[in-house]
């Protein structure tokens, strides 16, 4: 374990579903991100948090909510999704102003498949 | 603006002989250099920085990489590959704050 935790690890959601993606870090950060990834496309920036305010919304489709109650804590709010959408969604951590030093810490990632 | 190149989308090399991942950078200022791993269906694990310190880095599980800033490189290198070397790696550059590009990834496979 990386000190990012995402749960699910996996799912399956029909195009009217209501779903949640959780993630947890203990590692003291307070800058928390939302990434995209699929297949045969590069990692996609959706969201990023720094001290638990939003800073930045890549264009992300509204119906991609994210929200963070704290800064251990990040969720992104999923509601009519489209098949497309599928894809392995990855959060990451860094202290604020130093992932240009430290580096970022990702979680395992949740997959999800929109059937 | 800033932008990474990885060169090679798949890379096959036999177990016990050399790896080289190709990564070109572009960036208008002092640009920090990371190279995460990927295995299959895990998350990206930090392989090794550079900021601006010694321009050769070394990372974990044997790897390492030259920051050359005349030819705006970032190659990633390890003398012997081993199987378990096998995933996806990302070459990632950031100038700002917050801001990070990563590159297309490229596959490594190990061959027995």
């Known amino acids: 374990e990386t000190g990012v935790t995402q749960t699910p690890r996996h799912l399956v959601m029909g195009m009217t579903n209501k779903k949640s993606l959780k993630c947890e870090q203990h590692?003291?950060?307070?800058?928390m991100y939302w990434y995209k990834q699929s297949a045969k496309k590069p990692l996609e920036l959706m969201f990023v948090?720094?001290?638990?305010?939003?800073?930045e919304n890549n264009s992300v489709p509204s119906r991609f909510s994210p929200e963070c109650p704290n800064s251990s804590h990040l969720f992104l709010h999923l509601h009519t999704l489209q098949p497309e959408d599928s894809a392995l969604y990855l959060c990451?951590?860094?202290?604020?102003?130093?992932?240009?030093?430290?580096?970022?810490?990702f979680g395992s990632g949740t997959r999800l498949t929109v059937v | 603006a800033q932008s990474v190149t990885q060169l090679d989308s798949h890379v096959s090399v036999s177990e016990g002989t050399p790896v080289l991942l190709r990564c070109n950078y572009s960036s208008s200022y002092s640009p920090s250099l990371f190279w995460y791993v990927q295995h299959p269906n895990k998350g990206l694990q930090l392989l090794l920085k550079y900021t601006s310190a010694a321009t050769l880095v070394k990372g974990i599980n044997g790897f390492e990489a030259e920051f050359k800033k005349s030819e705006t490189s970032f190659h990633l290198t390890k003398p012997s590959a081993h199987m378990s070397d096998a995933a996806e790696y990302f070459c990632?550059?950031?100038?700002?704050?917050?801001?990070?590009?990563f590159g297309k990834g490229t596959r490594l496979h190990i061959l027995p």
């Open positions: 948090y720094s001290l638990e305010e939003r800073v």
């Open positions: 990451a951590s860094s202290q604020a102003g130093q992932g240009f030093s430290y580096g970022y810490t």
């Open positions: 990632v550059v950031s100038d700002f704050v917050d801001k990070i590009i």
């Open positions: 590692l003291g950060h307070n800058a």
